[in-house]
Nanobody, 122 residues
């Protein structure tokens, strides 16, 4: 019933920008939090940013503060991740996920998208 689909990934030079989109369907108010996570090959999936799409409150990983912005368009049922001043360490597969609480641990999120690849070259 619930479906999350990421898009917007690609290959960019260091210092460039990308905007990722997470299109959600079938999501209820029981799961008001949408988070972005990323995973590089051979590494653990780590928290990037999260938003409560009802109240608009946000939270960011220290590594992306000042560079990334998470936002939502409730009319379009989408959550965005604007990524500026990208660095090679930002490279990874980016996933959006929905859950009941605004936390940073991936295990707390219930629904996941398939991911979109972001590659930042130096």
């Amino acid at each position: 019933q619930v479906q999350l689909v990421e898009s917007g990934g690609g290959l960019v030079q260091a210092g460039g920008s990308l905007r990722l989109s997470c299109a959600a369907s079938g999501l209820t108010f029981s799961y008001p939090v949408v988070g972005w996570f990323r995973q590089a090959p051979g590494e653990e999936r780590t928290f990037v940013a999260t938003i409560n799409y009802i109240f608009g409150s946000t939270n960011y990983a220290d590594s992306v503060k000042g560079r990334f912005t998470i936002s939502r368009d409730n009319t379009a049922n989408k959550v965005y991740l604007q990524m500026d001043r990208l660095e090679p360490t930002d490279t990874g597969n980016y996933y959006c996920a929905a859950g009941p609480r605004m936390v940073t641990t991936s295990s707390a999120y219930v629904f996941w998208g398939q991911g979109t690849q972001v590659t930042v070259s130096s």
